[in-house]
């Protein structure tokens, strides 16, 4: 008990510190794309802030591993994690540093009991937006015959593929584009998924209690007409006792 206290107080302290680094990295992360033409030192830079955010990540599922009490129980409900963690270094692709920083950051702010529902899913859309768009970017710019070269035509393809709506007008023409489109279509169906599962919840929750509020007005009323029966009989035993 003493163990599972300190991991719920380390993942505290820990959760703004790892948010913090996570903008870091969203910095790094688009600093080379939307500027292709910045100095090699600037590039070197920023692939340093990734590594290093991706390393303390994968410090921190370290330390929640030695803080649990029955590791091999947190190893299994907490696999996403460790994929997230060992990705990168299958091949040292900025893509897959992506990808994993994004899942360690889902998975930290589910764990978060104090982010609302609503936050994160915001939280999510935005942050597919803008990492599917310089992602796309970095892949679809330089592609023979590609047609995704700016950062606006980015952003609006990315926008257009999350609600599914898929204009046409820019599509991904490479194998690894078109698998970061089918991750953007599959998160924005999930997305909405939540959002009308939440807006569901929320009627339910309030037909309810409009259903109970309708039920106890009901059981007053039902009290109080039996106490005016019982006056009534009460006034009418007291005035055949007058009239005898």
């Known amino acids: 008990m003493q163990q599972q206290s300190a991991q719920l107080r380390w993942e505290q302290h820990t959760q703004r510190p790892l948010f913090g680094l996570a903008l870091a990295f969203a910095v790094a992360y688009a600093v080379p794309i939307v500027r292709p033409d910045a100095s090699r030192a600037v590039v070197d830079v920023c692939a340093a802030v990734e590594w290093v955010v991706w390393g303390a990540f994968a410090l921190d599922y370290a330390v929640r591993l030695g803080l649990a009490r029955e590791r091999l129980v947190f190893i299994r409900t907490h696999w996403l994690d460790l994929g997230a963690v060992l990705l990168p270094m299958l091949q040292p692709m900025r893509l897959l540093r992506l990808v994993s920083t994004l899942l360690l950051v889902g998975?930290?702010?589910?764990?978060?009991?104090?982010?609302?529902?609503?936050?994160y899913v915001a939280g999510a859309v935005v942050g597919l937006l803008m990492f599917g768009s310089l992602a796309v970017l970095s892949v679809e710019r330089d592609a023979p015959g590609g047609n995704i070269r700016t950062l606006g035509d980015a952003v609006w393809w990315s926008f257009t593929t999350m609600t599914t709506v898929g204009y046409g007008d820019h599509a991904p023409t490479t194998g690894l584009g078109r698998m970061l489109a089918v991750g953007l279509m599959l998160s924005g169906i999930a997305l909405l998924g939540v959002v009308t599962a939440n807006i569901a919840a929320w009627f339910i929750a309030r037909f309810e209690m409009d259903d109970v509020e309708e039920r106890r007005q009901t059981e007053a009323i039902r009290e109080l007409t039996e106490e005016v029966r019982a006056l009534r009989g009460e006034v009418a035993a007291l005035k055949g006792t007058r009239v005898e």
Do not use: C, D, E, G
């Not at 998975?107 to 936050?119: E, F, G, N, V």
């Open 107 to 119: 998975q930290r702010a589910r764990m978060a009991s104090q982010i609302k529902l609503t936050t």
